[in-house]
């Protein structure tokens, strides 16, 4: 038996007890022979959480580097400054130097975090009863919005804050009361891999990433 009929038979099976099946394939395997499964009356949905983890690996690259500037000034020797306003001129290329490379990863990240809420906002309209109740669904929503509104915050444009934050404190009672100070990002949760989970559903559709923040 072929792989594509195995992943088929098995699908059937779960198909009778369930209307919604979630697939979580991170390595991509089963890609090529989802399309050819030929399950009647099931939609196939694709999501791929890999808009958010791009600006996470984002943030995560312009911390590295930022932290490397630092570490190399802390320990040149700086022979050729003999006056004060020398070693105040080169803090000064280095603060330059740090707020440019951290302002040029924020505006890139927020790109990716846009595209990862307009994707959220797509699968919701779906089927918006079956999503609210899914907790998976709802912890990725909130850590998403978190890292949304303090970038923004970080880099003062504030007016896009207001819709994110207005439908933030609406997820639940948890999110009506402030968690986070004026930090680039929430360092508490774990980094998120790009990772591609297949959504298989009788009509209506339903859909959720099946792997949160």
Not at 4 to 30: C, I, M, N, S
Not at 104 to 131: C, G, P, S
Request: proline share 6%; net charge positive; glycine share 2%.
């Amino acid at each position: 038996m072929t792989q594509a009929a195995t992943v088929k038979l098995h699908l059937e099976r779960r198909f009778v007890d369930h209307r919604v099946v979630f697939w979580h394939d991170p390595e991509g395997q089963y890609a090529s022979d989802l399309g050819s499964l030929d399950l009647p009356g099931v939609t196939m949905l694709r999501v791929a959480n890999d808009e958010y983890a791009k600006a996470i690996d984002l943030l995560e690259d312009m911390e590295h580097d930022v932290a490397r500037l630092i570490e190399k000034n802390q320990k040149g020797k700086h022979l050729n400054e003999r006056w004060h306003w020398q070693e105040v001129d080169r803090l000064n290329h280095l603060l330059r130097k740090v707020t440019m490379r951290k302002t040029e990863a924020k505006a890139r990240a927020l790109t990716y975090l846009t595209r990862a809420i307009n994707t959220l906002d797509e699968i919701e309209d779906r089927n918006q009863e079956f999503i609210v109740k899914n907790e998976n669904f709802k912890t990725f929503k909130i850590r998403l919005f978190q890292v949304y509104v303090s970038i923004q915050h970080d880099i003062h444009n504030y007016r896009p804050c207001i819709p994110i934050l207005e439908r933030y404190i609406k997820i639940d009672n948890s999110t009506k009361t402030p968690v986070w100070p004026s930090k680039s990002r929430p360092r508490s949760g774990p980094k998120t891999k790009p990772a591609t989970s297949w959504a298989l559903a009788t009509p209506p559709i339903s859909c959720t990433p099946s792997r949160a923040a």
